[in-house]
């Protein structure tokens, strides 16, 4: 255990490099998928003899290359399909096709040949992100955009050559090719229409889709509502499903119901009494993403949002980090709906070139509605379990502020660690400010090293053997005007000695009363990924790492308590993890 004089001085020097992170602030690299479209295929030199400490050992990651958003997940005659955005020639975004693995556990994936690449006019640029519908007699069809050579975004239909084929390795074009296409009639701008959902079917048998839109003039965000009997002859609606004003082109929307009673997965054409739906956009301009959880009414072919659920940029989010162009599915199996999302890097261009590999995919994750009716939930998939291996537990334990407390025989580069605090002493949380609107700017200013009364406490993970990096993620409690109010942060700023990498501090409230409930705090480490879940998964922060010393066995994992008052660990466990088999 640390001293609390040596973990001050620690802490202190913390602030320094939060300052310089904070400097480098959100987006100052360059880490997103720009749509630069390539005339000529774009091919960088891969480096084998690069060291791979960053590479993950049970998320989604293909053996090379670039990859971006989930596409078209589904569950096919007991078969996991999941498709992603992928370009076959280099670690950077461009000539971008669906790649394709399948799972019968959604933890080990095989590869198969890349599922839809350019052939077609109307993809012959690039075909980028979709969905995947079941149509009745059990028949998956896939929408998807495609770039035009006009590089106009139109929209196109994909579906299995061979159905018994429970891999669905090959599928064919339709010949109606674009099936939804800007026109000087319908004003549709052509380089702001894209990304279909998944299809659902409303109470007079006709299919509906939406398309991620934004208008022509202003910064509308618009969610484009398109009908259809037969799946390949598509009309445009009149209004769009929903938009909402300053928010800029919505990529990827994603529209589905959820049970306001159970908290199971429904399928996506399910609406009716008990029946709430969430509509999730990502948004391009911020590069994060929002949803709200509201009405929808299947005979106006309107979707409002609940009073309360803010339907601007400053919404819910399914994670407060690294998290984008994500996209569920209803597993007929298990009813459950699970979520895909894409987290990039947080290095340099030329640090993907050398390392040859660009982008992961996060933990698939079970999602529901919470009990208050207001947000979602969200949870690692059961099946991840299965890779526990050796468990250490910590008893339970009093954590007196200023301690930072090691976790020993877990392999911390590679772990699931959930950790469950209770926290008495209420009375001595410091005041919350209500000009504090923004928990990611709060959790930059308060980072792991200032020292508060009832927190920063949590878990110290990707840590070096002496504390030189690591990554902080905390909690802190405030006193609030008629309830108690808990930040939940994740503090890189720490988290490497190589100073070229995005290191910014995520933050968010976590909706949960101290008074009255534990506060929990599960993250998995793989590597170069913390994703943590607060508070049974009511708020997640997803965060890229890129530690100097903190690799391997050179990792160490801490629970720490920097704050006055002491908060006790009634339960800590930290299990090792197996590799799974990712292609
Ligand atoms: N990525 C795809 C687009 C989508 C964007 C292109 C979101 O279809 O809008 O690779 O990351």
Redesign the pocket.
Known sequence: MAKPSSLLHLLASVVTVLAISVLLGHGVLHV??S?RVYRNLRKTVESTSVKQPYRTSYHFQPPKNWI??PNGPMLYKGIYHLFY?YNPKAAV?GN?IWAHSTSTDLVNWTPHVPAIFPSQESDIN?C???SATILPGYKPAILY?GINPQNQQVQNLAVPKNLSDPYLIEWVKSPHNPLMAPTAMNQINASSF??PTTAWVGPDGRWRVII?NKRDRGRKGRAILYRSKDFVRWTKAQHPLHSAKNTGMW??PDFFPVSAQVPLGLDTSINGPNVKHVLKV?L?DKKHEYYTVGTYNSTTDRYVPDKGSVDSDSGLRYDYGKF??SKTFFDSKTNRRILWG?INESSSEDDDIKKGWSGIQAIPRTIWLDKSGKQLVQWPILEIEKLHNSQVVLPNKLIKGGTVLEVSGVTAAQADVEVLFEVKGLEKAEVFDPTWTNPQMLCSQKGASVKGSLGPFGLLVMASKGLEEYTAVFFRIFKGQNKYVVLMCSDQSRSSLNNSNDKTTYGALLDVDPLHEKLSLRTLIDHSIVESFGGGGKSCITARVYPVLAVEDGTHLHVFNNGTQSVEVLTLSAWSMKKAKIN
Do not use: L, V
Request: proline share 0%.
């Open positions: 997103g998928a749509h971006n958003d955005q975004w971008i690039g980028w992100s979709g955009t894209r990304d991620g990529e990827c990502s391009d984008y162009a894409w």
